[in-house]
């Protein structure tokens, strides 16, 4: 299994997909990392060399962000949101949608499981 940026890439896969495995890479970035470094992008990542392994590394290095370095800026600017308490920063920190979604019913990614909350009794049921 060829290891790149400390990722286990698998080897039944072509190239341009078992590169998606790479956090930050999709299937865009995917194609042009093939193109770029000249690799075929159809053939298996079982028959990627180690010079085309170090030649994947070293562009990824030099002209992309992905792995560590992108979920460490994603979580710096989340946590810059927080800091300065704007809208957005707010919403992140409660666990609400960020982006204008609608809260009163779904959402349920976000909030999690519901939680029952004990409501007023109705008009109807003091008449019993």
Not at 42 to 52: F, I, N, Q, V, Y
Not at 58 to 71: I, M, P, S
Not at 109 to 122: E, H, I
Request: overall charge positive; aromatic content about 4%.
């Amino acid at each position: 299994m060829p290891r790149l940026l400390g990722v286990d890439i698998p080897n039944d896969k072509r190239n341009y997909i078992a590169l998606q495995y790479l956090y930050g890479v999709g299937e865009a970035k995917a194609q042009e990392i093939c193109f770029t470094t000249g690799i075929d992008p159809l053939a298996k990542a079982r028959s990627l060399t180690d010079d085309e392994l170090s030649r994947i590394a070293n562009l990824l290095d030099k002209e992309h962000v992905v792995e560590g370095q992108l979920r460490r800026s994603i979580q710096q600017s989340v946590s810059r949101l927080k800091e300065i308490q704007c809208y957005r920063g707010v919403r992140h920190r409660r666990g609400l949608p960020v982006r204008g979604q609608r809260t009163r019913t779904n959402a349920r990614t976000r909030k999690g499981v519901k939680k029952t909350v004990a409501g007023k009794k109705g008009v109807k049921d003091m008449k019993r």
